[in-house]
């Protein structure tokens, strides 16, 4: 009797787990589905189907990172900026708060809004998880430069250009600090780059006009 109880108890545990696996997997297809019909309404420009597909099935994908990364994503696009809000904040805490992705996506919408106090410190909760980000570091130094805070903007646009030298923005809005701060030899290498880098460069060519 025992021995048939014992087999019993298997059998039903082995029929759960057979179960619960079917529908772990109905659920990852759904899912699936959705966010590939997604992706396609997307290119074609059908943002609110886009959010739609993703949205039907949004229970049962809540907790999922990557849904509500994406959804923060589409939401932006669609210019239905708080709903965009909520879904990377939601990202963000799915994460463990070390998201710099959902950090990075958060910022479009603030930034779409004008509540460029909260892009500040998007950005500043970037830099305190990734010192060398360079789009913080950018965007920061860009920031603090249409401020007039001159040597805030130095700081993390120097961290940007050290990362990407090569680069055009780096170049054009630390040669402008630089010129802002009456550094003239620097300001002039710098936006001589950023000339190099995109020809005919109108920002560029009138601060080196300022220079001469």
């Given at each position: 009797?025992?021995k ?6 298997s059998?039903?545990l ?5 179960l619960a ?19 396609k309404?997307e ?6 189907k ?10 049962q994908?809540?907790?999922d990172y990557l ?7 589409l939401?932006?696009l ?14 963000f ?5 070390k998201?710099v ?12 809004v004008?509540?460029w106090?909260?892009?500040v410190?998007?950005?500043m909760s ?5 010192p ?5 570091n ?18 993390y646009?120097e961290k940007?250009h050290t ?7 780096p ?16 300001a ?25």
């Open positions: 009797m025992k048939f109880v014992l087999i019993s108890v059998a039903i082995i029929i759960v787990g057979v696996t079917s529908v772990l997997s109905q659920k990852s297809s759904s899912i699936l589905t959705a966010f590939h019909e997604s992706l309404q290119d074609a420009k059908q943002y609110p886009a959010i739609q597909s993703l949205e039907a099935g949004y229970k994908s809540k907790d849904v509500n990364l994406r959804l923060g994503w939401h932006y669609a210019k239905n900026y708080d709903e965009s809000k909520k879904y990377y904040a939601q990202a805490s799915l994460s463990g708060s998201s992705e959902a950090l990075l996506g958060r910022t479009l919408p603030l930034s779409a004008n509540d106090d909260a892009v410190g998007a950005y970037i830099l305190r998880l990734d060398m980000n360079y789009s913080a950018l965007r920061l130094g860009q920031i603090m430069l249409n401020r007039g805070m001159y040597a805030e903007a130095k700081e646009l940007a990362a990407y030298p090569g680069s055009y923005e170049n054009l809005s630390l040669g402008w600090t630089h010129y802002y701060l009456g550094n003239k030899q620097k002039t290498s710098l936006l001589t780059t950023a000339l190099m880098l995109s020809p005919g460069d109108s920002l560029a060519t009138r601060g080196l006009n300022l220079l001469k």
